[in-house]
């Protein structure tokens, strides 16, 4: 057959297209189960770096297993609405997770974060102690941020100074400032943002804020029995 | 091995370096070198890559259309990269989280189609095998000694291990952030290429 003829070449075109899909599609079948349990495991040591703990890939399921007691949906009133823990790790930013963890023998309350920086999405999680007011730690991830500028907010030099923040000021609710330098701060407790990565600086701040505003409520709730506790 | 396949393998490591002759893959050593072990892995990848759409091309050149031949280089190199990505992603989660983007550029170097063009339509799959190999590895040491430079300079470490004693930072020694940039490893990579033809005096251009 004539190798330049129009048959010849739309013939060679079409099978080597419909080998090459065949081939792919068997790759993806044959790996995916694997590599959805790497995003499993590795959704399961970002949310313990939001405690602090950063086991080694290997060891992050079981760490996770020990570390974290329950995790649970909540709605904007504060109520729990669902408890299968499962069902909660699986939650996407629609619903309104909660993991609780135990470090060093007090409770930590894990809050999941999802927002938008310069060029893609950018998420976290942000640890609160028992008090629901205080911030424990907190650990950002993003997808595709300019290295050296907006994605440092995935660096613990970003992380570290948002412990002991506080959330809460008089009873209300006014989330975190991620400040530029010079800035002047208003009531808010603030951290400093990056130089040179101000857009994803200020949507670490939405974040922050458009998250937890939906857990005000379970918030106060917490609050509200500390406060009986701290009564009796 | 007799002394022409030698050559083949050989050669890309030193006078038809790649990088440093051809000057082909330019872009990603650029990219992946602000430490050792992306470019290691980077450089792996490119070399299994390579090799295997070296051959695969070369078992298919006789039967390969002439008009669309560049199309069936592209569709064999595209789905050999989302092969490796595919398995770097079950079997080795994090560099494939850190390599990320960079996977998908393996389809844009300037080395693969070179390769395909150049040797792979003109001789044997044994041949092509070894000649992308040879310039995968080419390519890997290049990248490697960018890497080395950047990440000792850069981040005072080699391959995440601290190399630069505390000490030193005490009595104030700074890491150099220029290095961490992509320019960096452009003017590192235009120095190997000065040392690099000072050595070859033929390869100088007159």
Not at chain 2, 43 to 56: E, H, L, P, R, Y
Not at chain 2, 63 to 87: D, K, S
Request: glycine share 8%.
């Amino acid at each position: 057959m004539d190798k330049n003829s129009n048959t010849y070449t739309f013939i060679y075109a079409s099978v080597m297209v419909i080998l090459v899909a065949a081939a792919l599609a068997y790759v993806n079948g044959a790996l995916k189960e694997k590599q959805n349990k790497n995003v499993e495991v590795d959704k399961m040591s970002q949310i313990l770096s939001s405690v602090n703990i950063r086991p080694a890939y290997s060891e992050a399921e079981a760490k996770y297993n020990e570390v974290i007691t329950a995790a649970y949906l909540v709605n904007e009133q504060g109520e729990v609405v669902s408890d299968n823990a499962k069902e909660a790790f699986a939650a996407d930013k629609t619903k309104l997770a909660v993991f609780e963890a135990t470090v060093d023998g007090s409770k930590k309350y894990i809050i999941p974060l999802y927002g938008a920086g310069l060029w893609g999405d950018i998420w976290g999680y942000v640890s609160l102690n028992d008090d629901a007011n205080t911030i424990y730690a907190a650990s950002f991830s993003h997808k595709g941020e300019t290295p050296g500028l907006g994605a440092e907010i995935a660096t613990e030099k970003f992380q570290e100074p948002f412990a002991g923040k506080q959330i809460f000021k008089d009873g209300k609710l006014l989330s975190l400032a991620v400040l530029k330098a010079g800035a002047v701060p208003d009531e808010r407790d603030y951290v400093d943002a990056i130089t040179g990565g101000t857009r994803t600086s200020e949507g670490v701040e939405k974040m922050l804020k458009n998250c937890l505003l939906q857990y005000e409520a379970f918030f106060k709730n917490i609050q509200a029995k500390e406060e009986e506790v701290s009564h009796e | 091995m007799n002394k022409e396949r030698k050559e083949v393998l050989l050669s890309p490591l030193d006078k038809k370096n790649p990088v440093l002759v051809l000057v082909l893959g330019i872009c990603s050593s650029l990219a992946v070198t602000a430490q050792i072990k992306p470019a290691l892995v980077m450089g792996i990848s490119v070399t299994v890559v390579v090799a295997f759409s070296n051959v695969i091309i070369s078992l298919l050149r006789n039967t390969i259309p002439n008009r669309i031949r560049i199309i069936v280089q592209l569709v064999v190199v595209a789905a050999l990269v989302i092969i490796v990505e595919q398995i770097l992603k079950a079997y080795s989660y994090e560099v494939w989280g850190q390599l990320s983007v960079y996977i998908g550029l393996i389809i844009t170097n300037c080395i693969l189609m070179g390769r395909l063009e150049a040797f792979a339509l003109g001789n044997g799959p044994w041949d092509s095998f070894l000649d992308g190999i040879g310039n995968g590895l080419g390519y890997t040491i290049i990248l490697v000694i960018i890497a080395f430079v950047r990440e000792l300079f850069g981040s005072g470490s080699l391959l995440g291990f601290q190399i630069i004693p505390q000490s030193f930072y005490d009595a104030g020694y700074v890491n150099n952030g220029l290095m961490i940039m992509p320019p960096m490893a452009l003017i590192v990579v235009g120095c190997i290429i000065w040392v690099h033809r000072s050595m070859h005096k033929d390869l100088q251009e007159k």
